[in-house]
Structures are given as structure tokens and as C-alpha cells.
């Protein structure tokens, strides 16, 4: 027997297995739906309703899952206005299973900064000072990742500066 009539062989039990499975489904339905037809008016009616109620649960679960937007570099991100000698920065965290390489942070799609890698589990600080060109603080707005993983946007925004 040739490998092609074994494939067929296999395929044709397959098949056969499935529209057996499907009969034997379809009969067990019909079975308890003969049952179920058999039942008192009001006992139906309870079944009714605790489907819709069930379903009407279901629906609400469904429509009221908070709907976060995703997060595929499982960064974090934080606008912080550092001391005299740090200044003014985003720290970025790498909280994603693997290390960040050729990695380039873009403030407002024109400000860049360019490092070779973030390794998973550390943070970077994105100095405004250091991005070409720097960027004030107050005219911060997002920031675009690209790395070898993807590429992601984050919204930021510095709070009011400190008095």
C-alpha cells in the first residue's frame, strides 16, 4: 500500500468518524428534546426563564469587560521631573519577557533618542534634554517606541510643574 492510499485510507476514516459523531449528537438532541417536551408547561416556562436570565448575565459580563488598549511591549511608562542633575525625563521599563534591541524613542513623532538595547526588567530614562532635538516639558504629548520587538505609542503628560 502506497503512502498516498494510506493518506486516503486515513482520510476517509476520518470523515466517517465525524458523521457518525454528528448522527449520534443530533439523536441524543432529538432524544432530550422529547423529554424536555414532555415536561409540564411550567416546569418549561422556570427552564425558559432562568435561560434568559443566564443569558441576560452572560450579555452583561461580556459588554462590561473593561477594554483596556494593548500594551504588546509590556512597557511602562512615567513623565518625572528628576533633580537638578537628572532633569526632566520619561522613564521606561521593560517589563516584556525579552530584551529590547536597536531600540528608538520618538517624543511628539519628531524628538529622537537612539540605544543599542533596554534588558527585560530594567527601566530607562529618556533624558528631554538629551533627545535631538530637546523638547520642553510642557509640549510633551507622547512617546513612540520602535524596537526589535514592535513598535508601541504612550500617551504623556507632565502634571503642573512644582512651585
Known sequence: MT??????????????????????????????????????????????????????????????????????????????????????YILVRNDSHGDWHDVTFVVNGSHTLKTDWVVRGQSFPVKLKELSPPIDPNEVRDIRIDCSRGTEQYDVTYGAPPP
Open 3 to 88: 503512502a498516498e492510499s494510506k493518506a486516503q485510507v486515513a482520510v476517509d476514516a476520518a470523515k466517517r468518524a465525524a458523521q457518525e459523531a454528528m448522527h449520534s449528537a443530533k439523536d441524543f438532541a432529538q432524544k432530550e428534546a422529547q423529554v424536555f417536551a414532555a415536561q409540564p408547561k411550567f416546569f418549561r416556562y422556570r427552564v425558559y426563564i432562568i435561560a434568559a436570565y443566564a443569558a441576560l448575565i452572560g450579555l452583561t459580563v461580556l459588554t462590561m469587560i473593561p477594554r483596556t488598549p494593548r500594551n504588546r511591549l509590556n512597557a511602562y511608562v512615567l513623565a518625572a521631573r528628576g533633580d537638578f542633575i537628572l532633569g526632566t
